[in-house]
């Protein structure tokens, strides 16, 4: 009588996926970009498994490489939560929001790599299972009313224009804080900026973040300035 391989508890196949994605997230390190030139059996040699095995944890390279953009959207949600629950104000809640954008993707990089990634090659993620999906549109939903509700909160305090169309504003500021970061992180050594002003890429975005802010204030307040954590 031949006995079948007993299969893996779902803690035990859990724990294979996470050993993946820590080994691509390694990988990722190491090689300073997002790139799916890795293959699957490079990756498969870190994470001591045979090829064929890693296909059964990650059917194709698009879903796993999703399955990674999304732990680290989870990362940063948590650390937002955490960071942002709470404030003497919603204007404190806010400036906070500003240095914690900048401080996070200057520690991490790399998520702002696979971030970028999949917002510009957007033909990769139409293999995406929908479970992932509605993972994805959970943790969005979760951050956007978190920072919406500090726009709102902030406008409702008298501390930003009345005026100000929120949805509008969540998006504008959500754009020009991501092109400003990508800038800052991996763009800067070889602008004018640097080399003539001696800039630095860290002033560069607190300067611009303030005349961003002059345009949402209410004009009763003297001034808004976002400070370096």
């Not at 990988?27 to 890693?54: H, P, Q, V, Y």
């Not at 090659?121 to 939903?141: A, D, F, H, Q, V």
């Not at 400003?180 to 973040?209: A, D």
């Amino acid at each position: 009588m031949t006995v079948g391989r007993k299969p893996f508890s779902e803690s035990k196949i859990a724990q294979k996926r996470a050993n993946i994605i820590d080994n691509l997230e390694s990988f990722l390190i190491e090689n300073g970009s997002i790139d799916f030139d890795i293959t699957m059996e490079d990756l498969a040699k870190r994470s001591r498994i045979a090829k064929g095995t890693i296909y059964l944890y990650f059917p194709t390279k698009e879903e796993l490489f999703f399955t990674y953009y999304l732990k680290t959207l989870e990362i940063k949600m948590d650390l937002m939560l955490e960071k942002l629950s709470t404030g003497e104000s919603n204007l404190t809640r806010f400036d906070n929001f500003l240095n914690f954008y900048y401080q996070f993707f200057k520690q991490y990089p790399h998520y702002l790599k696979i971030q970028l990634y999949f917002e510009n090659n957007t033909k990769k993620m139409e293999k995406i299972p929908e479970s992932l999906w509605k993972k994805y549109s959970e943790i969005g939903k979760i951050t956007h009313d978190l920072i919406e509700g500090i726009y709102r909160g902030c406008i409702e305090e008298g501390s930003f224009r009345e005026d100000l169309d929120i949805r509008l504003t969540f998006h504008s500021i959500n754009t020009i804080l991501r092109s400003t970061i990508k800038f800052c992180l991996f763009n800067f050594s070889n602008h004018v900026l640097e080399v003539v002003h001696n800039e630095t890429p860290e002033n560069f975005y607190y300067n611009l973040i303030n005349l961003l802010i002059h345009g949402l204030k209410n004009n009763k307040l003297k001034h808004i300035m976002t400070t370096k954590s």
